[in-house]
C-alpha cells in the first residue's frame, strides 16, 4: 500500500505508450464514490469482491499497464489470475523507509484506520509473504518515481529478451 503503484505505473505507461489502468480508479468510477465511501457504505468484504472482478476483466486485456489496490494481492483468486495473464512487479519499500510515507495514506487509506503503529507495522509484515509470488521485484527505496518508472522498464525489456 502507498508504495507508488499508481503513480510509477502511470509513468510506465506514458513511456511505453500502453493504457494505463488504476483498478482504485475504475472501482470508484463504478460506484461514483471514493475508496473511503465505498468501505463506509459496503464494507470491505463487497469491495474485495469488486475488486476482484475489476482485476479480472483487465487482466484479460493485453498491452495495459495495470496498478492494482494495495490488498489485492492477498486475495489468491487475484494472484492466481495476474500471474497466469500479466507480467507481475513488486514494489518493494522497507519498514523503515515506508513508515515515513504514512502521513501522506492516513486518510485515504481505510484500511489504517483506528490502527496503531505496532499493527499497522503487523499488516506490513503479514503482506510481505503474498507480495513475494511475482515475476520481478524492484526496490523503490528512496528512488524517485522517474528513477522507478525507468527501471521497471529495463527489467520488462530484460524479461522479454531473455524469452
Ligand atoms: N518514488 C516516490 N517518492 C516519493 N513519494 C512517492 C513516490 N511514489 C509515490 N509517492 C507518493 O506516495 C503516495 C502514495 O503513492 P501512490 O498513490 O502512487 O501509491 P500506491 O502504491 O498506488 O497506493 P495504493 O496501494 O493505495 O494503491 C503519494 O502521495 C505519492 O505522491
Ligand atoms: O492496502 C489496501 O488494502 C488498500 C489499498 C488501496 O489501494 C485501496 O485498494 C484500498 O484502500 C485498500
Ligand atoms: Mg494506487
Not at 34 to 42: D, K, P, T, V
Request: a negative charge.
Amino acid at each position: 500500500m502507498g508504495v507508488g503503484k499508481t503513480t510509477i505505473g502511470s509513468l510506465v505507461a506514458q513511456k511505453l505508450d500502453r493504457a494505463f489502468i488504476d483498478i482504485d480508479e475504475e472501482i470508484e468510477k463504478q460506484y461514483n464514490m471514493s475508496i473511503n465511501e465505498i468501505f463506509a457504505a459496503h464494507g470491505e468484504k463487497a469491495f474485495r469482491e469488486i475488486e476482484k472482478q475489476t482485476i479480472r476483466s483487465f487482466c484479460e486485456q493485453p498491452l495495459k499497464v495495470i496498478s492494482l489496490g494495495g490488498g489485492a494481492f492477498m486475495q489468491p483468486e487475484v494472484r492466481e489470475i495476474c500471474l497466469a495473464n500479466c507480467f507481475v512487479i513488486y514494489l518493494e519499500m522497507s519498514w523503515e523507509e515506508w513508515k515515513e510515507r504514512l502521513d501522506l495514506l492516513i486518510d485515504t487509506r481505510p484500511v489504517l484506520r483506528g490502527k496503531d503503529l505496532k499493527e499497522i507495522e503487523e499488516l506490513f509484515y503479514k503482506r510481505q509473504e503474498a507480495y513475494a509470488i511475482n515475476h520481478s521485484t524492484l526496490t523503490v527505496g528512496s528512488k524517485s518515481a522517474e528513477e522507478a518508472a525507468d527501471d521497471i522498464i529495463e527489467s520488462v525489456k530484460l524479461s522479454e529478451d531473455l524469452r
